[in-house]
Every structure is written in structure tokens, then in C-alpha cells.
């Protein structure tokens, strides 16, 4: 899979422009608050229908504008793809290959891509939040009834949710086994998917993770483990436990058991490494974890994804960045950072500086 070109128009700071991507690495450089960050966003949207840093699409139109205009073309194993995104204040029109969408479902696995940015790093040491984020992300790419199910169970949670909140106490006991049932079939899926998405993932990490500190250090995940077993013994288990506490969940006015409560379990040579784990420790753990990822999307869909990485390089050292660069040849590689020099080490690579939203030529 590779991108071949991507335009944007009043996205961020961008008023108009195009960038012409190779297939191995392209490095967009530059000062900071530039736009390199806002291209790799772009790319980004297009490939999950989100952005990674802002949870209102309006937010992403560029300032005095009322519309931004994002597109890639792409092409992969089974020929080429066209995406656009046209955001507006009131909401937003995508089309794939000239078809307009509704759900964001359709735009999942047309490009796939794999985004690591110094957020990312945090996937170690951060909450639990990180670690379910990352996996959503990663699975819902590869797997169209996982996002379905995702969606749907936090729109249950909410309604359930809110009906803690209510003042009427027999209300709420009469109305709770209604929303637990839709909540638990939804959340086994949930759950059986990230199962077998860090089933997957372990062992590639763990190979990765050795070659990476040299075999001086063992990183071991797995997945909660509350929520074993098929799908419909996991919501008979989850639609018990749930009927189990509901005074527990009147008293806090929201729900404490389920997938949206779920974490990693990550172990670097015997302890946890989200209290133990050194800033070393952390970024090659993290290193680790996408790399195996680029394999399992590799595995899934015959073909390489998109490998994003913005602003990473300065998070790491120099032995972590030469391997970074070694690891990700074969790919198509979009790399941010402020200067070449510093990451590529005679490396070639299409370079393309960005200055004031704009490509330098």
C-alpha cells in the first residue's frame, strides 16, 4: 500500500497544496509550527475518518475559512483508491472512489496505515485509556465488525450511563436488564476481538522487543483477563456481573464493568512496566508495539501499511532511531521532523520542506 499523492485546502494551515509521495521514506521538514505535523493528521483522517488530536472536525478547517478539503491517492494490491473528505462547520461529506459514504465504517481499510507519534510513546506508562485507544485504532482498521460493535456499545454505555443518573430508583432497576442485554452482546465481541488481536500481537512484540535491546531485556502482553471464553459466554458472564452491582453503579451514576474498563497487561523482564519501566525502557517497548503491529497488518491484508511518523525521531536516542529507519525499509515511510540531517544518516528520501503551510520548492 502506498500513497501517491495527497491534497489539502484550507486543512490547518494550509491554504492550498500537494505532496507527491515515492514509496520508501518521505520526510517532510522544517521548523516547529510549520504544518508537518497537519500533513501526517491529514493522512491520518483519511485512512480512520478521525484526527488524532482533535475530537471536533470544525477545528481542523484552516482560520477565516468555512470548509477544508482533504484527498489521497492511493494505491495498493488490488489497485488504486481515492479518498476525500470535504469538512464544514455543520458537518462533513467522504467519498471513496467518487461514492459518497455515510458511515465511517466505509472509510476503514482502504488505506491502511500505521501512526506513530510521540503521543504513542506514552502507550506504556499512560492509563489504560492509551492502551484501549491504541487497540480500537489498530482493530477497527482490520476489522469492520469490531469498529460496528465499538460504536454501537458506547452508545448503550451512554444511555445506561445516564439512566444512573435518574432520580427514579425502580425506573432504573426496570430499565437496566433492557440496556445490559444489548450492552453485553456487543461488548463480547469487543472483547474476543482484542483477544485475538494481542494473541497476535504478543509474540511479534516480544521478537521485536528482543532484537531491539539486543536480548537484554523479555516484554510479555496479554490482554484483561476478565473476559475469557466465546462471545456468548462473555456476555452471560458480563449481563451477571453487571445485575450483580447495579447499587455499586447508582451510587457512582456510571457503569464500572465492561470493555470500556479493560487495560494491557505489559511486563519487561518480569515487572510491570507501567510503574517500573525506565524512559529507555518505554520507548523501545513502544517501538516494539508498532513494529509488531506493521507485521499483524501485514499478515491481514497481504500488503505493507502506510507507516506515519510524525515528530518521533526527536523522542529517541540514536542507536532507536537508526533501527527505527532500518525496520521501516520496505515501507512507504512519512517521517516529520526539523531537520534531515539528524535522522537520516545518508539515507535517501524524498524531502520535502514545509514552511508556513506551504511546500518550499
Not at 483522517?45 to 484527498?71: F, V
Not at 469538512?87 to 481499510?109: C, P
Not at 504478543?202 to 496479554?222: D, M, N, Y
Not at 511486563?267 to 523501545?284: H, L, V
Request: net charge positive; charged share 30%.
Amino acid at each position: 500500500m502506498r500513497i501517491k499523492k495527497l491534497k489539502l485546502k484550507n486543512f490547518r494551515n494550509y491554504a492550498e497544496e500537494e505532496f507527491d509521495f515515492c514509496e520508501g521514506l518521505n520526510v517532510l521538514f522544517g521548523k516547529n509550527a510549520q504544518g508537518k505535523t497537519n500533513c501526517a493528521e491529514a493522512v491520518y483522517y483519511l485512512c480512520t475518518g478521525a484526527s488524532p488530536r482533535s475530537r471536533r472536525d470544525k477545528q481542523l478547517i484552516r482560520r477565516g475559512e468555512t470548509c477544508a478539503e482533504i484527498s489521497a491517492l492511493a494505491e495498493g494490491a488490488y489497485g488504486g483508491v481515492e479518498i476525500s473528505a470535504t469538512i464544514r462547520d455543520d458537518g462533513r461529506e467522504v467519498r471513496v472512489n467518487g461514492n459518497r459514504i455515510s458511515r465511517n465504517a466505509d472509510i476503514l481499510g482502504n488505506i491502511y496505515s500505521v501512526f506513530f507519534s510521540p503521543h504513542e510513546l506514552r502507550l506504556i506508562q499512560d492509563g489504560p485509556d492509551e492502551r484501549r485507544r491504541f487497540m480500537n485504532v489498530s482493530i477497527s482498521q482490520l476489522s469492520r465488525p469490531y469498529y460496528i460493535a465499538l460504536s454501537r456499545y458506547n452508545k448503550i454505555l451512554e444511555q445506561r450511563n445516564n439512566l444512573l443518573k435518574e432520580r427514579d430508583i425502580s425506573l432504573i432497576y426496570d430499565s437496566l436488564p433492557v440496556w445490559d442485554e444489548q450492552l453485553c452482546k456487543y461488548a463480547a465481541v469487543i472483547a474476543v476481538k482484542r483477544a485475538e488481536f494481542i494473541k497476535q500481537l504478543a509474540p511479534i512484540a516480544k521478537a521485536e522487543h528482543a532484537a531491539l535491546s539486543e536480548g537484554a531485556e523479555e516484554l510479555e502482553i496479554s490482554p484483561d483477563r476478565k473476559y475469557e471464553g466465546d462471545e456468548k459466554q462473555i456476555a452471560a458472564r458480563l449481563f451477571e456481573e453487571l445485575g450483580r452491582n447495579y447499587d455499586r453503579d447508582i451510587r457512582l451514576g456510571f457503569t464500572a464493568s465492561g470493555p470500556h474498563r479493560d487495560d494491557i497487561d505489559i511486563i519487561i523482564n518480569g515487572a510491570d512496566a507501567k510503574t517500573f519501566a525506565s524512559q529507555g525502557q518505554t520507548r523501545t517497548a513502544a517501538l516494539a508495539v508498532k513494529f509488531a503491529e506493521v507485521e499483524i497488518f501485514r499478515a491481514a491484508t497481504g500488503e505493507n501499511p502506510v507507516l506515519v511518523l510524525d515528530d518521533v525521531m526527536s523522542e529517541l536516542d540514536l542507536a532507536r532511531r537508526k533501527k527505527l529507519l532500518e525496520r521501516a525499509q520496505g515501507l512507504q515511510t512519512i517521517l516529520t521532523c526539523a531537520q534531515t540531517e539528524r535522522v537520516l544518516y545518508g539515507r535517501q528520501a524524498n524531502k520535502i520542506r514545509i514552511e508556513g503551510g506551504r511546500i518550499k520548492r
